[in-house]
């Protein structure tokens, strides 16, 4: 993936961006040091890599507001950053940027539970929300896979989803209210402790927007009552098409679990070998996992099991306590990890209509002898949310490329089929220069217009999302 | 309300403009004789009226499009209707507009139960989707009041909700996809058959946006099986606070009706006047209705009782079969009804957060006693989405504007609480000038930025949504 050459201008000014910096944040704010900041240099898209001029890490809005509008008086790019777990490259930095990292916003300001909500400093972790609620019988819904490292503001600014999204939604069905930095260093409210909004919805619109609009700083987010209980099942069939048809089935028939996870063949491999889950040997498992009391949990189980065996599944096991439950999730859970072990991978986040799985399954069994790489596929079924697996191996030198060609045939067969080209991972700098598969040029061209509303001089995480020609066309004509 | 001049210059070139209207759209599709245009004087917010200079009533996309094109060439403001159904003035005309009606734009194009979707031409009623789609065993989830007579494009720009939307949300939430006619014609299209999106979300920042960014022929909607069964119980109360209270601890507990309506003393009496639906003689009543299996419902009547219990209800009654079910709707189906008959009022739609429903219901008794003027409350309880109704009466002079001001101390009030202006009406003509009271002045200049990238010489919806004055600053930056 191309990136553009830094701005020499601004890198012969370094020197007095970091003291306007440090003019207005503490001192221990603002890193310059060439050892710290090559710890910014790439998040999880791990193959791009590339340390930005400095890092500063505030810890209130009004710091954030006071080194946005040094860099957007300065004219230099900012480079938004959370935990630093995209997969899509979303905070790679560039040589000539500022990296706003979020790790010291890690405050919770307020949990109300009457009125479902709660309210933090955007750097704080996923999965530390929803454990700060866990004595008040509450949680918080999406659940990426790194939700013990991410942030709230990656989450909010990737639109991020989870196993657990089929029945509660992704981010923008959670988030409430943000208070967000613009480039100006302007701070704006919008939405609050209640959903509902008078005018044009701005929150849904910053919501994935992937930190080309501004800096979220607080957020309100949605609270849920932790349900009485949850069920795992696990439901082996011995084809990758029969399983996809065994998912579009369940979402027909109205049942709602709370997951549906698919492994296939390759992965489950993977898996046993890792982590002897006890998974059987066949061509694709399901986890199925439903909730509530134990009347409806007996409920939802008698009718998933009923639509699975019209299908002939190869095994079809039923938690009955915890530790069953455990040994069901326990392959899945591992199966980042195991696939890590089988080689270099990069991971894609297409998604489909849930009536497409099967078709979509065969066809990138098809591209994948086309390619000549193998490909595993793990991911959230019950949303059509795929996440092809392709591994390769980086020191072979052309299977990089090799792989992220295999990878863009199988994004522009999601679109193809009526999906997208992301679900939660976000487009970043990994599928900028796929978005005209997706998109018309006056479809590009009206989101492009609304991010120069927010960022005229389109500073704010550049290169990434928008193809890189129409982006640099947008800068100059600001500069102009 | 203020409305803004005619323009002049507009109006001496009608025939023109009608000329070219006639020239790109069947003979029919054009209206001007002033006997027809008075039709499309007002929508349902009657205090105020204006007949268009002329309406076109399109049965493609491609002829919205050319409409749009000519109004948008010779500089024509454009307000585009559904139903005119808007309690808000959502569809008022100005004389110097042309009004696209999407009467005509009552095609069904694709019923996709695989997917769970529907295809639609935007014209179609709300109620006529989940009619079409009954034999299906499916349904269409949101549920305005008005549902008999409201399109699904008027729903989309407005955001509507209804009885339902606790369970299953607002149109925002069932809308996966829309074709969208811009001001100079081009065509786009949002999303689709997949919920995801890339980039920008442009068709969540669409929905509910009032007309005021393009007009919505096609929209791809969100399906839903139809559930086994639903149970209505009636719950009522001698304290309008306790009700509230009510409310908020089932909203709590995590039981998740699909609807909890409420219905205060004034109403209650209104409405048994009118259709002697048996209700108790109390302070408040609540309807919340449950559904799914036979087991959940049992499992969610005994949680909702247990709640209810606990607060010593007057009256607490459960339906057994469909005639008991059909006896606790018939009151609150007929209550606008029955209060028309009491008769002006003003129809509010303020939202607040649930557990500050007690204490927006008492202030609003107090502000009813410093106006001198009858408020009856009926509402959709379980999202905090009030809809307070303000008695008068129209032939004595001064009491409109009386009421007005009764409207906007609520308003306020709701705000106040951490609320909303409007939760499903739309902000329209009636709350224009309140948008500063929930926006400050950076906010509220973000949106209107955002609608000069869509509309730029600012010809869509004129006069609603965005305060007057500051909605002229914009329309005369653009013709500058």
Known sequence: MAM????????????????????????????????????????????????????????????????????GVMGVPVVPRGAGTSLAGGALPTADCVVIGTA????????????????????????????????????????????????????????????????????????????????TGEIVELGGAELASSGLDLLGLLCGSEGQL???????????????????????????????????????????????EYMDEPCLRAVEDFAQAGYPKCAAVLIVEVEGSPDEIADQIARIRAIADELEPVEFRESRNADDALAIWKGRKS???????????????????????????????????????????????????MHPLILFNANEPGQLERAEAFGADILRLCVEVGGCLTGE????????????????????AMQMEVKDVFDPTWILNPAKVFPLQASAAHRLKAVQ
Chains 1, 2 share one sequence.
């Open 214 to 260: 501004g800096i979220v700083t607080e957020a309100f987010l949605r609270i849920l009552p932790r349900p009485e209980g949850a069920r795992p099942m696990l439901i082996g069939f011995d084809s990758p098409e029969v399983a996809g048809e065994c998912v579009a089935r369940i979402i027909r028939s109205g049942v709602l679990p709370v997951a549906i």
């Open 104 to 183: 010291r916003l890690n405050q919770v300001l307020e949990i109300d539970t009457d009125n479902r909500f709660i309210r933090v400093q955007t750097g704080v972790t996923n999965l530390s929300v929803s454990e700060v609620l866990e004595p008040h019988g509450f949680f918080y819904a999406p659940d990426p896979s790194s939700q013990l490292a991410c942030t709230i503001a990656g989450n909010i600014a990737m639109n991020s989803g989870g196993a657990h999204c089929l029945k509660y939604g992704v981010t923008t069905n959670n988030l409430m209210g943000a208070t967000v930095v613009l480039t």
């Open 335 to 385: 199966a980042f990890g195991a696939m890590g072990r089988l080689g270099d991978y990069i991971c894609l986040d297409g998604t489909v209509p849930v009536g497409q799985l099967p078709h979509t399954l065969r066809r990138i069994g098809e591209l994948s002898k086309q390619h000549g790489l193998e490909v595993a596929n793990v991911f959230h079924a019950g949303d059509g949310n």
């Open 4 to 71: 553009p050459q830094p701005d020499e201008r601004i890198l012969e000014r370094a020197p007095q961006i970091v003291t306007a910096l440090r003019g207005v944040l503490p001192e221990d704010a603002v890193i310059d040091d060439p050892q710290e900041t090559l710890a910014y240099e790439c998040d999880a898209l791990t193959a791009y890599r590339c340390a930005p001029l400095a890092v500063v890490l505030p810890r209130t809005t009004a710091e954030v507001a006071e080194a946005m509008r040094v860099c």
């Open 425 to 444: 991972h976000g487009v970043g700098v990994e599928k900028r220069d796929l978005m005209d598969v997706q998109y018309d040029a006056p479809d590009l």
